[in-house]
């Protein structure tokens, strides 16, 4: 899984981030959705990972999800954005191919109209 060029693929989907540090990227979906692409980690890029905030009521969640409870820690560096603040629960999905972030990309698509 090539870092860039998946960032470079949510850039053509999403348009540019609105936040970037050493650790993330975040782009704003909605005014109260946002998306946080994680960049410290893995070191070796076997896959990337996205963080969304987990308020979905649907059955089209991926399957490469983890859910995190609203008091379950995670990424600090997650927390600035709309709908990941502390306290809310969250859902971090584990992308580890070209096939998997298509997927992804369009389970986020559908989410926004939700």
């Not at 809310?88 to 997927?103: C, G, M, Q, R, W």
């Amino acid at each position: 899984m090539n870092l860039d060029k998946a960032i470079n693929q949510i850039i053509e989907v999403f348009g540019e981030h609105i936040r970037k540090t050493k650790k993330v990227i975040a782009w704003q979906l909605r005014s109260d959705l946002e998306m946080v692409v994680q960049t410290d980690a893995p070191q070796n890029e076997e896959h990337m990972i996205i963080w969304l905030p987990y308020y979905f009521k649907t059955d089209l969640i991926p399957t490469n999800y983890i859910e995190y409870e609203a008091e379950q820690g995670r990424h600090s560096n997650t927390y600035p954005s709309v709908g990941l603040e502390r306290g809310k629960p969250a859902l971090k999905l584990i992308v580890d191919s070209d096939k998997v972030l298509d997927e992804t990309l369009t389970f986020i698509r559908e989410s926004e109209k939700q």
